[in-house]
């Protein structure tokens, strides 16, 4: 028995590969720089928490390398897909089941839908593995730093930060998880100059970003236990189909899927934007405040 | 002879009868006169002091929330406290803040309230940290195991700090970043808990 790929999955998938992409080359420069990328706990005078160190690093630069390769391949597909199905409507070829013309471009579709769910069977388990153990190396610094050498109380201040103001505070914080609506590598840049520009920064962004990245890695595994036993399925739904040349509504939502986690094309969910910060204003203290 | 003696006796024990009646009716009564004097000396000034508006100014609602609180009234504290909150979020302005410390302060200084209701109370409402998500324990063994609770006091608690910051005190900056911190809580918990659980079910 298979499981149904839904179409939310893929880009899910895609997310995570991107993602990885892009926070691990600047990361991996970091790493020859200072060895480690830690949360000042408690200011700069407080205990650093060690949340990127060396091994972590380098299992994301190595996830982001695997990524990288997947990606380079996925975007060459997609946009060839993108040219076939824009020839498919553009040709009105929606309904015409007679046509020869369109039954040959249908085929061209599912012919590259089928290289795609190759390309992403070939690079899986080299994926699988650089994931899982991305995931296992963050689990670990979470627990140890986050966990258990954290209180809640401490948790706040450091999610906080120590170090400036409001206006601090609310400067440089990345995009949280789903979808912002922007380019998944831009969101990981964001994530990358808050690692790399200093490491006693917005202290709580790097718990964010630790937090962030685990979750997506830990949903990517996931993913791809599933999208492994899915292409299978697949593959083998395809090449019947390519018999009789159909674009199912499926290859369609996968494909739409993919594009928009690459190219940020959805914009809904957007933040509202704040209110400024008033600068000049000097803020209260309450001797009762925590 | 006997009849007499008992004529007699009836007669006398009438009399006894009769006037034992008298003496209770006459205590009974002096009951009843003295509960009626007695409630009306007593709840008609307490209703008076406790009860009615502590005016449209805050400054002056919190001087009469005071003197109130000073004279037998303590027991309204919490309403006084949502008036006056209510007085300012008619009239915000970002002193506010400032008065309610000062104000919560001085209650305390009173003995009505302690100095950790105060600091909670202030906190809650004025504050971007929350008094939801506190503890000197590890997040571990402290947060993860209620952690839907934590967060479901957390989103109470930003309903208030709605209230303190944003409507009372005009502070836009802070109270976005009170949503900001829960939402960051959010997901640093739901990843900080997970890898807790996972540590746990290895160990075992």
């Known amino acids: 028995m298979h499981t149904q790929l839904p179409t939310g999955r893929l880009p899910g998938l895609a997310a995570v590969l991107l993602s990885t992409l892009a926070v691990c080359q600047p990361l991996y420069a970091e790493v020859a ?124 201040d450091q999610l906080l930060g120590k170090s400036g103001s409001v206006a601090a505070a609310q400067a440089n914080r990345p995009a949280l998880r789903g979808r912002s609506g922007v380019r998944l590598s831009d969101r990981f840049k964001q994530y990358y100059q808050l690692v790399a520009s200093n490491s006693e920064g917005p202290g709580g962004s790097l718990a964010v970003v630790a937090s962030d990245i685990y979750l997506d890695m830990e949903e990517a595994a996931q993913l791809i236990a599933a999208t492994q036993e899915e292409i299978a399925r697949a593959s083998l739904m395809e090449q019947l189909n390519q018999s009789f040349g159909v674009i199912t509504p499926e290859m369609a939502a996968v494909v739409g899927g993919v594009k928009e986690i690459l190219f940020g094309e959805s914009i809904s969910d957007l933040p509202i934007a704040e209110a400024p910060y008033q600068i000049g204003k000097s803020e209260f203290v309450s001797p009762l405040e925590y | ?32 006169v003295a509960t009626v004097l007695f409630s009306a000396c007593e709840a008609a000034p307490v209703a008076d002091l406790c009860g009615g508006r502590l005016g449209n100014n805050l400054e002056s609602a919190m001087v009469e929330t005071e003197r109130r609180l000073g004279s037998g009234c303590e027991y309204r504290f919490d309403s006084y406290f949502k008036d006056n909150l ?14 309610f410390s000062d104000h919560l302060l001085r209650v305390n ?75 960051e809580t959010q997901l640093v918990l739901a990843a900080t808990c997970r890898a807790c659980e996972a540590g746990t079910n290895a160990g075992r």
């Open chain 1, 33 to 156: 720089v200072t060895g480690a990328v830690g949360v000042s706990a408690g200011g700069a005078s407080g205990p650093v928490m060690r949340l990127f160190p060396t091994t972590v690093l380098e299992d994301i630069r190595e996830t982001g390398a695997v990524a990288e390769e997947m990606e380079n391949g996925l975007q060459e597909v997609i946009h060839r897909l993108d040219l076939q199905q824009q020839l498919y409507t553009d040709s009105q070829c929606q309904g015409a089941d007679g046509d020869e013309g369109c039954a040959q471009i249908s085929k061209q579709i599912g012919s590259t839908y089928l290289e795609m769910l190759e390309l992403m069977s070939d690079r899986l388990p080299t994926m699988e593995k650089a994931v899982n153990s991305t995931r296992l190396s963050l689990e670990k610094r979470l627990r140890k730093e986050l966990g258990q050498r954290t209180t809640p109380s401490t948790l706040q």
């Open chain 2, 109 to 183: 200084d009173m003995g009505v309230i302690s100095k950790r209701q105060a600091r909670d109370l202030y906190n809650r409402y004025f504050n971007v940290k929350f008094v939801s998500l506190a503890g000197d324990y590890n997040t571990c063994s402290q947060t993860c195991p209620v952690q839907a609770r934590v967060i479901s006091d957390m989103k109470t608690e930003l309903q208030d700090k709605e209230l303190g910051l944003l409507r009372v005190s005009s502070d836009n900056a802070s109270y976005y970043l009170a949503d900001n911190l829960l939402k």
């Open chain 2, 86 to 99: 209510a007085t300012a979020e008619a009239n915000p302005d970002t002193e506010n803040k400032r008065l």
């Open chain 2, 1 to 32: 002879m006997t009849i007499r003696f008992d004529a007699q006796y009836t007669s006398k024990a009438s009399s006894q009868i009769f006037t034992q009646n008298l003496k209770r009716a006459s205590r009974l009564l002096g009951l009843i």
